[in-house]
């Protein structure tokens, strides 16, 4: 069974740093994109960073300058550094990622459960 798990999110002070990893598990071939997403309460999912399996990344303004997405192809695991947190950034952070399970076949597009991140000010 195919599955993204997300962990390290938690509670911290703003102006801090946490680090999200997700890893993809299951019968995968192969992953290309990757990559975060959020969604605070009452708001829509929104798009924080992605990045392409050859290392190519794409920021939302709002995470310019402070958060860094990489990803490690062997682990077949996404990461999001995030820094110089505020509390505007308390969210669920969801991983996506799109994976194909054999030579040839379509890209499927799944998504983690999230993971909590909490901002105090």
């Known amino acids: 069974q195919v599955q993204l798990v997300e962990s390290g999110g938690g509670l911290v002070q703003a102006g801090g740093s946490l680090r999200l990893s997700c890893a993809a598990s299951g019968r995968i071939f192969s992953i290309n994109n990757m990559g975060w997403y959020r969604q605070a309460p009452g708001n829509q999912r929104e798009l924080v960073a992605t990045?392409?399996?050859?290392?190519?990344?794409n920021y939302a303004d709002s995470a310019k300058g402070r958060f860094t997405i990489s990803r490690d192809n062997a682990k077949n695991t996404v990461y999001l550094q995030m820094n110089s947190l505020k509390p505007e950034d308390t969210a669920v952070y969801y991983c996506?990622?799109?994976?194909?399970?054999?030579?040839?076949?379509?890209?499927?597009?799944?998504w983690g459960r999230g993971t909590q991140v909490t901002v105090a000010s």
């Open positions: 990045i392409t399996s050859g290392g190519s990344t």
């Open positions: 996506n990622a799109d994976l194909r399970f054999r030579v040839g076949s379509k890209e499927y597009n799944y």
